[in-house]
């Protein structure tokens, strides 16, 4: 899973600043950490490993800095706060999801999902989190600051990954067995339109996907082309 964070000095949350957060499905995230000059923005790639996150520098050759333990593991999402330097996966693990702090590496709370929760996605507020159950056929909808459940969302097959829009107004859904791409209102929970079917040959439906900055495109793999 990637997730790129860019840093902005002018903000400062302890010694980071989180502005933003955009991804990718895969089990990789990127962040930036403000330098001693403070005009200087070097940037961080945060690796998910089994049980651990790895740390390297994007700018110096993505060179290994550490590593540090997490709980959890078999890690199936990954999603970032921004403003708050926080860091979530969702672990196979005990079907859970973990928060961690980024700026002193260790883990804040874990909140018990079931239902093997998989690819997430994170408003850039850093407020509302969709969270793919696989097993349970359904989304949970979470808000991330007070950690409740505050919705649920089902759509036919296993729901396997999630897009937030750069704008945090839209979260687009997919799901395993299911040839369609979903669109539903971040703010309402609400389902706004369906795009597809993007057939396969054994219906296998789409895997990881993501969609343009301007909402415009939709770049998907999908099975047994």
Known sequence: MVKPLFMNPSVPVGPAVFVRATGCLALLISSGVIADDATKLTRR??????????????????????????????????????????????????????????LSERPVWTLQI???????????????????????????????????????????????????????KWMYLSALDNPLLYVVDARTHQFVREVGPFLTTRGRGIRPFCISDDDRRAYLNVDDL
């Open 45 to 102: 790639l945060y690796v998910a490993n089994r049980s651990s996150v790895s740390i390297y520098d994007i700018d110096n050759g993505h060179r290994f800095l550490r590593e540090f333990e997490t709980p959890g593991g078999d890690y199936k999402g990954i999603c970032a706060d921004a403003a708050r330097g926080r860091l979530y996966l969702t672990s196979r693990h005990d079907e859970q999801l973990i928060c961690v702090d980024l």
């Open 114 to 168: 079931g239902g093997y929760p998989d690819s997430c996605a994170l408003t850039p507020d850093g407020r509302t989190m969709y969270v793919p159950r696989r097993d349970a056929g359904d989304w949970r909808v979470i808000d991330a600051v007070q950690r409740q459940i505050v919705a649920t969302i089902q759509i036919p097959g296993k729901p396997h990954n999630t897009w937030c829009s750069l704008d945090g």
